[in-house]
T-cell receptor
Framework: DQQVKQNSPSLSVQEGRISILNCDYTNSMFDYFLWYKKYPAEGPTFLISISSIKDKNEDGRFTVFLNKSAKHLSLHIVPSQPGDSAVYFCAGGSQGNLIFGKGTKLSVKP | DVKVTQSSRYLVKRTGEKVFLECVQDMDHENMFWYRQDPGLGLRLIYFSYDVKMKEKGDIPEGYSVSREKKERFSLILESASTNQTSMYLC????????????????FGPGTRLTVL
């Protein structure tokens, strides 16, 4: 049973536009959520996080929104840049452990 | 800056060999983790450790063991490598701050691409 789901395996966006990556979860016990970015043959890089008591967190071009009633979070990237092309993983966390989604591959076209 | 290093970026081994993957972190983190990443399956937790000499099984521990003799070092051992263990192996560490709803960010190493022939 997947506790964290990223239903879109891929997403293609034009440079300068908004990228919206979505994530759904089933476990109400998650205390926080994180987004990671991963290039091929490299380890995931931490992007942004949000505590379960918040509904929004912003860091530069990246904003994460959390809708607890819908058990849904999203990552917005504005404006999108070609260097943002990577696989994005969302993860739910509790007591130090993370459960990851399967990832969404974002392609930003010039 | 948090630094997590892994002993090898690429490794090729033969079926039946014993394989050691080493991970070192320099931020005095309490927690350390080993994952494997396979296409379409995301990151799956193999083992983790909350303290020196402590270890806990993750979701897919079969065929693996771990060792944490020092706080900064966490080793993953494949006792007898098999072809289905060909994968990208990722080590991570985190601080383990106390308190619920406090984000405990995991920081990852660069990964080891292991091929078992």
């Amino acid at each position: 049973d997947q506790q964290v789901k990223q239903n879109s395996p891929s997403l293609s966006v034009q440079e300068g536009r908004i990228s919206i990556l979505n994530c759904d979860y089933t476990n109400s016990m998650f205390d926080y959520f994180l987004w990671y970015k991963k290039y091929p043959a490299e380890g995931p890089t931490f992007l942004i996080s949000i505590s379960s008591i918040k509904d929004k967190n912003e860091d530069g071009r990246f904003t994460v929104f959390l809708n607890k009633s819908a058990k849904h979070l999203s990552l917005h990237i504005v404006p999108s840049q070609p260097g943002d092309s990577a696989v994005y993983f969302c993860a739910g966390g509790s007591q130090g452990n993370l459960i990851f989604g399967k990832g969404t591959k974002l392609s930003v076209k010039p | 800056d948090v630094k997590v290093t892994q002993s090898s970026r690429y490794l090729v081994k033969r079926t039946g060999e014993k394989v050691f993957l080493e991970c070192v972190q320099d931020m005095d983190h309490e927690n350390m983790f080993w994952y494997r990443q396979d296409p379409g399956l995301g990151l799956r937790l193999i083992y983790f450790s909350y303290d020196v000499k402590m270890k806990e099984k993750g979701d897919i521990p079969e065929g693996y063991s771990v060792s944490r003799e020092k706080k900064e070092r966490f080793s993953l051992i494949l006792e007898s490598a098999s072809t289905n263990q060909t994968s990208m192996y990722l080590c991570a560490s985190s601080l383990n701050p106390q308190g619920s709803e406090i984000v405990d960010t995991q920081y990852f190493g660069p990964g080891t691409r292991l091929t078992v022939l």
